[in-house]
């Protein structure tokens, strides 16, 4: 894939000794909330990309330390991975098979939107039709019951689909595709995996047992 663009799509899990400056190096590094990735994985940080419903987005938008972390403060983009339409719909059928959830659609993108354009960051919401057409193909990877997929997951099938253009680079590292019970962590390795194979896109290193997802 020479001649493009390295796009580096950096989880929060385990990264290597040493993976930091093949990270920095790259043209585009996208990181995930709170950007747990940051140091072993290097410090470049173009675009953060956040999980804006429920206690994570709470969580970021509350307190400011957040808002004042060397790698959001770097950032150029923040991205919203979650459409608030959608989770809202989502909200009664939860309420009923995970009433635990209570405040898992809760829409915090509005606060999101208001950060970056008050600090002059580009601001985008992943479209929905990447969700939906993600949880139609994990149908193919015989997915245990989930909620959602991953935030890590719908920033790669958004990369894919929307950004990387012909003779981009897709690079994936800190993904263990292990974490939230409520994510099909198992059909997601194997979805990545049938990316990798078809040559969509790369992981840097191989995969650690121990990593945690996006």
Same mark, same amino acid.
């Given at each position: 894939?020479?001649?493009?663009? *390295? *796009?580096?799509?950096?989880? @929060?899990?385990?990264?290597?000794?040493?993976?930091?400056? =093949?990270?920095?190096?790259?043209?585009?590094?996208? %990181?995930?909330?709170?950007? %747990?990735?940051?140091?072993?994985?290097?410090?470049?940080? @173009?675009? =953060?990309? =956040?999980? @804006?419903? !429920?206690?994570?987005?709470?969580?970021? /938008?509350?307190?400011?330390?957040?808002?004042?972390?060397?790698?959001?403060?770097?950032?150029?983009?923040?991205?919203?991975?979650?459409?608030?339409?959608?989770?809202?719909?989502? %909200?009664?059928?939860?309420?009923?098979t995970n009433?635990?959830?209570?405040?898992?659609?809760?829409?915090?993108?509005?606060?999101?939107?208001?950060?970056?354009?008050?600090?002059?960051?580009?601001?985008?919401?992943?479209?929905?039709?990447?969700?939906?057409? /993600?949880?139609?193909?994990?149908?193919?990877?015989?997915?245990?019951?989930?909620?959602?997929?991953?935030?890590?997951?719908?920033?790669?099938?958004d990369i894919?689909? @929307?950004?990387?253009?012909? !003779?981009?680079? =897709?690079?994936v590292a800190?993904?263990?595709?292990?974490?939230?019970?409520?994510?099909?962590?198992?059909?997601?390795? %194997?979805?990545?995996?049938? /990316?990798?194979?078809?040559?969509?896109?790369?992981? /840097?290193?191989?995969?650690?047992?121990?990593?945690?997802?996006?």
């Open positions: 894939m020479s001649g493009g663009r *390295i *796009i580096m799509i950096v989880g @929060n899990g385990e990264v290597p000794d040493g993976a930091g400056a =093949v990270i920095d190096a790259a043209d585009i590094v996208v %990181r995930f909330n709170d950007c %747990r990735s940051v140091g072993p994985g290097g410090r470049k940080t @173009n675009i =953060v990309a =956040v999980c @804006n419903t !429920g206690r994570p987005g709470l969580s970021m /938008l509350g307190g400011g330390r957040w808002k004042t972390s060397a790698a959001v403060r770097q950032a150029r983009e923040i991205w919203c991975v979650r459409s608030g339409a959608k989770f809202a719909a989502m %909200r009664a059928g939860l309420a009923e009433p635990d959830l209570d405040d898992f659609c809760d829409d915090y993108t509005i606060g999101f939107e208001s950060f970056s354009r008050s600090t002059n960051r580009g601001f985008r919401v992943v479209p929905v039709a990447v969700h939906d057409q /993600l949880d139609h193909d994990l149908g193919g990877f015989s997915p245990d019951p989930y909620v959602v997929p991953s935030s890590g997951l719908i920033v790669i099938a894919l689909s @929307n950004i990387a253009m012909a !003779g981009d680079d =897709v690079v800190g993904f263990g595709h292990v974490g939230w019970q409520w994510h099909p962590f198992a059909a997601e390795r %194997r979805y990545v995996d049938a /990316l990798a194979a078809s040559g969509r896109l790369r992981r /840097l290193h191989p995969l650690s047992s121990s990593s945690q997802g996006a």
